[in-house]
């Protein structure tokens, strides 16, 4: 029962930080940022040339972005891929310490002008950016010493009844979540694809996040040292959501075991920190022990079910009904969500296909334990 109201405790009390007081500053004025765009890619021939593209074609000065990918342990075309569609392209070979952290680590120690750039921005290789994302993190503030994440929507919803749920649920997230969270004064979760990280953070202690999620991990750590966190929901990407549950199974396993790692790990440091306030803390908790919208909702209703088979009399219902309640504002958020979509009757008729997905879920909830034993990363099956 207090795994479920974690969540619910700190959205609260965000909403009533929010009405006292107003959104983020932008600085329409402030200049150009000097921008390093890093793009990891591992095999990723078919997908690097459009996300090369996109970011060589944004609505930004040149002289004030650089575009590097690195080809981690490539058999196929990425590098020739990369280079032909004008980013800089850095080769690795280390099948022994394969993954994304460690092959940005890698990057990072090559470059000897770090310090002439203000962040770092981290792009999956299978992602689009909007023309103006550059100027929509830049005009965000200065970023030297802060890191932020940007808005990552999904490319194709419309694809299945699975990619129009993901639509939905990251609406929540990117559209209500997180505004909200960004009006209370709390850091916001980085998400691995499109996070932003000040040069200056990136110097003072490198590139310190190796584990299976290394976006918990900065967030974590950037949390405990009292690091701020923007926000920018105007600065979006584009990548595909998975069309199948097969093809989703890996990253997902992937995320929760990483996620829960991460909790194991900094728990006692998030506790400890004299930098943050007692709702940052509630909050960094909440984030890293929520197993997501849908296992959520399994784990709510199966308290439910639980407490009035289980517990007798009044408490049960009690409990039950308490259980329940903690379902409000993801019910309420989601409504919203589907009313926000292109095609509400559609991404309606997705989410009636919820108790399929939700089982789907729960298996692979289930085989992340062996994930967690093994800390081994798996490259993402595509589309």
Avoid at 67 to 85: F, H, L, Y
Avoid at 191 to 198: A, E, K, L, P, S
Wanted: hydrophobic share 45%; charged share 20%; glycine share 8%.
């Amino acid at each position: 029962m207090v795994v479920l109201y974690v969540p619910v405790l700190s959205d609260m009390l965000s909403w009533f930080g929010s009405r006292r007081a107003g959104a983020e500053p932008q600085f329409p004025g402030s200049g150009c940022s000097r921008l390093l765009f890093i793009v990891p890619a591992h095999n990723e021939a078919s997908h690097i040339g459009d996300c090369v593209r996109s970011l060589v074609q944004m609505d930004y000065p040149k002289h004030a972005r650089r575009v590097v990918v690195i080809a981690d342990n490539c058999i196929d075309q990425t590098a020739e891929n990369a280079r032909a569609q004008g980013a800089e392209c850095l080769a690795r070979q280390d099948p022994g310490l394969r993954g994304k952290p460690r092959a940005i680590a890698w990057a990072l120690d090559q470059m000897t002008d770090l310090n002439e750039w203000d962040a770092c921005v981290v792009i999956d290789a299978d992602t689009t950016v909007r023309a103006d994302f550059a100027r929509a993190l830049s005009q965000s503030g200065p970023l030297r010493t802060v890191a932020a994440q940007a808005y990552f929507d999904v490319l194709n919803p419309d694809a299945t009844w699975l990619t129009r749920l993901g639509k939905v649920l990251a609406t929540v997230r990117y559209e209500m979540l997180f505004p909200l969270k960004s009006r209370a004064g709390l850091n916001c979760p980085l998400t691995g694809n499109g996070m932003c990280i000040g040069t200056e953070l990136l110097g003072n202690s490198g590139w310190t996040a190796f584990s299976l999620t290394e976006n918990w991990e900065l967030f974590a750590q950037y949390t405990a040292q009292g690091v701020r966190i923007r926000y920018v929901p105007s600065a979006r990407l584009f990548s595909e959501e998975a069309t199948s549950m097969a093809g989703g199974s890996t990253q997902r396993r992937r995320w929760l075991a990483g996620r829960l790692m991460t909790l194991y790990q900094w728990l006692p440091h998030l506790l400890r920190s004299n930098k943050i306030s007692l709702h940052q803390k509630l909050d960094a908790i909440a984030e890293l022990s929520n197993p997501g919208p849908v296992l959520y909702g399994l784990l709510a209703a199966g308290t439910a079910v639980a407490s009035l088979l289980l517990v007798n009399g009044t408490v049960g219902f009690a409990m039950a009904g308490a259980a329940l309640v903690a379902l409000g504002p993801l019910t309420w958020m989601t409504a919203l969500s589907i009313q926000r979509q292109e095609d509400p009757r559609a991404a309606l008729f997705a989410l009636i296909r919820l108790p399929v997905y939700g089982g789907w879920r729960l298996l692979t909830a289930i085989t992340t334990v062996e994930t967690w034993r093994s800390g081994r990363w798996e490259k993402t099956t595509r589309n």
